[in-house]
């Protein structure tokens, strides 16, 4: 079986671009969450999604979004960069919610200059 | 946003040494999980606790749910060096819904 798959690892952006971010869950997982990891924040929550609907939010500012497709493929997008978001951005993949053994991808760094 | 108590931040170990780790959280927890997380990767699940006392071993690891429900410990027992990294504990709150809460992580480093 198929781990989670995040693509690209590791994006160099500059400030006011927008990026975009996936996440292929496992296979027959329907629920997928985001976090932003930093050396002085850790793990931070973004947002979850489950059979293509944000179920909970993250308090992030607006420029961070995401959606999920009925395949339960999830993209998160970021406009406008800024440098305090370079980041790790993790995907964990659920098989629903209310299982709450969480795996996660390997990561895409993200790094704006 | 909410995170959990995680201590210690860091600890210098010499192989073969015994390792101890915890979370305190302020609200009840139903669910505790134990990640590992090596560098430039995403964490990866060692260890997940359901019931309030459980006790669960995975190898030279050992975690526990506290019985109030606001703490767990991860143990590693033995420790080679390929133990080191960071170690996540994350827990789930009653009230919420799979939004997981993390602590800040606990850098293990261990002397040859």
């Known amino acids: 079986k198929a781990g989670v798959t995040q693509t690209p690892r590791y994006l160099i952006k500059t400030r006011g671009q927008q990026v975009t971010l996936s996440c292929s869950p496992i296979?027959?997982?329907?629920?997928v969450s985001w976090y932003q990891q930093t050396p002085g924040q850790g793990l931070q929550f973004l947002f979850e999604?489950?059979?293509?609907?944000?179920?909970n939010k993250g308090n992030f500012p607006g420029r961070f979004s995401g959606r999920q497709f009925s395949n339960s493929r999830s993209e998160m997008n970021v406009s406008t960069l800024e440098l305090g978001d370079s980041a790790l951005y993790l995907c964990?993949?659920?098989?629903?919610?209310?299982?709450?053994?969480?795996?996660f991808g390997q990561g895409t760094r993200l790094t704006v200059v | 946003g909410q995170q959990l108590n995680q201590s210690p931040q860091s600890m210098f170990i010499q192989e073969g040494e015994d390792v101890s780790m915890n979370c305190t959280s302020s609200?009840?927890?139903?669910?505790w999980l134990w990640y590992k997380q090596d560098p430039g990767e995403g964490p990866v699940l060692l260890i997940a606790?359901?019931?309030?006392?459980e006790l669960t071993s995975n190898g030279r690891l050992t975690a526990q749910f506290g019985i109030t429900r606001k703490d767990s410990f991860l143990n590693i027992s033995a420790s080679i060096p390929s133990d080191v990294g960071i170690y996540f504990c994350?827990?789930?709150?009653?009230?919420?819904?799979?939004?997981?809460?993390f602590g800040q992580g606990t850098r293990l480093t261990i002397n040859p």
């Open positions: 296979s027959g997982h329907r629920s």
């Open positions: 964990a993949s659920v098989g629903v919610p209310g299982n709450t053994e969480a795996f």
């Open positions: 999604y489950f059979s293509e609907t944000q179920r």
């Open positions: 994350a827990g789930r709150n009653i009230q919420g819904a799979q939004k997981l809460v």
């Open positions: 606790l359901y019931k309030a006392g």
């Open positions: 609200s009840i927890f139903n669910t």
